[in-house]
């Protein structure tokens, strides 16, 4: 079945549309709890019958569109439970550790305030798969009547999982820090200074917080959330205050966020930023050293750089590549047994440590390994020799299917062509935007820059760029 509303991380548009209000959430709950109570669902084991847990990032629209969308969870049988302003990874390991029969996150993730969206975690705290998206839209009722949610009042709240995220991660850090010999006890990162960017959002009271309790000496910013001001020049999109103050208070490094906080891009101690890939790259390489890299298979998408596949053949190991989307990375991990992918983006995805991707547990992962080498971050990130890369984010009037866009296609076919063994070009619909993502990699800056103005110009023959 085709979906309809869902993209690549749940629904997501402008709060106040025609997809992201308070009707369409209260009928997407009551969609959802049908689809979560079928028969066809109801013998996963350790699941709580009905309990859901709603967790939201920092953006004004979310307090009304969790109390719809529990109006409709309630309507469907299930009993909503609001885990308050939470990150998205804490959301998925209460659902884990509680066996609730559904989790629900209220959040646009990186987008501006001005949109929200919703996305779902099933039993166990896995992301939904296409199939699960596609069965939920068709049980959606028609547009009128909503069920009604005017009326209901928010779900009863509970502060517990917030803070058992926290200590659990903390915990963590500890543990695997006195294993590997860098550290003992609580203060694992004692005397460190650390800035956090919490992009004025959820993660304003969770890193900051576990970070302090490792001995860490913090510094935040992107840590006072208005309601209006998510992502707003700051954050894992808006890095560059992060690298400002990392070098200002001479810090060992700045850990960015967005606004939910499955993300994390890193800030090494001379102001130079760490993506996703640079991440994937330092954490498997690590592991493969250590034998712990399991399947000896790193998972990415395919828009993680071709140094990265270079950096694993070289330590014995092998990388994965997926559709982009961090569950499609999970769905492959969990297919092949690999416990450990990601995304350039920074949704890093540690089966050990989450069931999702999960922005604090990244960093405290790339931590313990600064910790344990005694190398700073910018030693560190030399691990991956990028090949040089560029990218053109188009906006355009309609998605019309590539296949539909002969121009385009057949520059792509060419440029394959041409730069087989040595390069790549990628052109994508973004998820989540009306956007064409256009994507070129090679050897030289040179052939980058040529691929890009030729992919261009043959999306600009097909479609209507804004």
Same mark, same amino acid.
């Given at each position: 079945m085709k979906r309809l509303h869902?993209?690549? $991380?749940?629904?997501?548009?402008?709060?106040?549309?025609?997809? &992201?209000?308070?009707?369409?959430? @209260?009928?997407?709950?009551y969609a959802a709890a049908r689809w979560a109570t079928s028969a066809a669902r109801s013998s996963e084991a350790n699941a709580n019958e009905r309990v859901v847990l709603i967790g939201r990032d920092t953006r004004s629209s979310g307090e009304a569109l969790t109390r719809a969308l529990a109006a409709g969870l309630r309507a469907g049988g299930l009993e909503p439970v609001s885990l308050g302003v939470t990150p998205t990874p804490a959301v998925a390991r209460a659902v884990a550790a509680r066996g609730a029969r559904l989790g629900v996150v209220v959040t646009a993730s990186h987008n501006p305030a001005a949109d929200n969206g919703i996305k779902f975690f099933a039993v166990g705290g896995w992301k939904?798969?296409?199939?699960?998206?596609?069965?939920?839209?068709?049980?959606?009722?028609? =547009?009128?009547? +909503?069920?009604?949610?005017?009326?209901?009042?928010?779900? *009863?709240?509970?502060?517990?999982?917030?803070?058992?995220?926290?200590?659990?991660?903390?915990?963590?850090?500890t543990e695997v820090?006195?294993?590997?010999?860098?550290? $003992?006890?609580?203060?694992?990162?004692?005397?460190?200074? &650390?800035?956090?960017?919490?992009?004025?959002?959820?993660?304003?009271?969770?890193? =900051?917080?576990?970070?302090?309790?490792?001995?860490?000496?913090?510094?935040?910013?992107?840590?006072? *959330?208005?309601?209006?001001?998510?992502?707003?020049?700051?954050?894992?999109?808006?890095?560059?205050?992060?690298?400002?103050?990392?070098?200002?208070?001479? @810090?060992?490094? #700045?850990?960015?966020?967005?606004?939910?906080?499955?993300?994390?891009?890193?800030c090494d101690e001379t102001g130079t930023i760490l993506d996703g890939d640079e991440i994937l790259t330092i954490l498997a390489l690590d592991a493969l050293r250590r034998g712990a890299l399991a399947a000896d298979?790193?998972?990415?998408?395919?828009?993680? %750089?071709?140094?990265?596949?270079?950096?694993?053949? $070289?330590?014995?190991?092998r990388v994965e590549r997926t559709d982009v989307g961090d569950r499609y990375v999970l769905?492959?991990?969990?297919? /092949? #047994?690999?416990?450990?992918?990601?995304?350039?983006?920074?949704? &890093?995805? %540690? /089966?050990?440590?989450?069931?999702?991707?999960d922005g604090l547990a990244a960093a405290l992962g790339v931590l313990v390994i600064m910790s344990a080498s005694g190398r700073p971050l910018s030693e560190l990130r030399g691990a991956l020799r990028k090949f040089p890369q560029g990218t053109r984010n188009l906006r355009v009037r309609e998605k019309r299917p590539l296949a539909e866009c002969p121009a385009l296609s057949a520059e792509v076919a +060419?440029?394959?062509?041409?730069?087989?063994?040595?390069?790549?070009?990628?052109?994508?619909?973004?998820?989540?935007? *009306?956007?064409?993502?256009?994507?070129?990699?090679?050897? $030289?800056?040179?052939?980058? @820059?040529?691929a890009l103005q030729?992919?261009?110009a043959a999306a600009r023959r097909d479609l209507v760029v804004l």
């Open positions: 869902f993209g690549t $991380d749940g629904v997501r548009g402008p709060y106040g549309g025609p997809l &992201i209000n308070e009707d369409f959430a @209260a009928r997407l709950g939904l798969s296409d199939a699960d998206e596609a069965a939920i839209e068709a049980l959606l009722p028609a =547009p009128e009547p +909503a069920p009604a949610w005017r009326d209901t009042p928010m779900p *009863p709240e509970d502060a517990a999982a917030t803070a058992d995220y926290i200590r659990a991660l903390s915990a963590q850090a820090a006195g294993a590997a010999g860098a550290a $003992d006890g609580a203060g694992a990162f004692a005397g460190w200074r &650390i800035v956090v960017d919490a992009a004025n959002g959820a993660t304003c009271a969770t890193t =900051p917080a576990a970070l302090r309790r490792l001995g860490a000496e913090v510094r935040v910013v992107g840590g006072e *959330p208005d309601g209006t001001n998510i992502n707003a020049g700051v954050g894992s999109e808006h890095p560059e205050r992060l690298a400002r103050e990392v070098v200002a208070r001479g @810090a060992r490094l #700045g850990v960015a966020h967005d606004g939910d906080g499955d993300r994390c891009v890193l298979t790193l998972v990415v998408t395919v828009q993680s %750089n071709l140094g990265v596949d270079a950096a694993l053949r $070289d330590a014995g190991g769905e492959r991990m969990r297919a /092949l #047994g690999a416990r450990l992918g990601g995304e350039s983006s920074g949704h &890093i995805v %540690n /089966l050990d440590l989450s069931p999702t991707g +060419a440029l394959e062509t041409t730069l087989a063994g040595a390069g790549r070009v990628m052109a994508r619909f973004s998820g989540t935007e *009306p956007k064409l993502r256009l994507l070129a990699e090679a050897r $030289d800056l040179a052939t980058v @820059a040529d030729r992919l261009e």
